[in-house]
């Protein structure tokens, strides 16, 4: 099997192998990265909850509409 992976030539240290990171990891280009993805997980869930909640009110408007709400339940058993 051909292995030509530079196994030789890494260092022990992981910031010789990411790029935005400096001598000691907490370099600016980690911290806009770190605000970053925090940023975008924030503004994705409050989406999320918006895009739910509006199905949620279409469904229950479609509910509302046949009279499946007004309905008392029927007796299980």
Known sequence: MFDAFPFDEWSESITQFWTFAGQE????????LTVLGVALM???????????EGKLAKQAAALRSTGALDRPPTAQG
């Open 25 to 32: 990891g907490t370099s600016t280009g980690t911290w806009i």
């Open 42 to 52: 924030l503004i994705s869930f409050v989406g999320f909850v918006i895009m739910e």
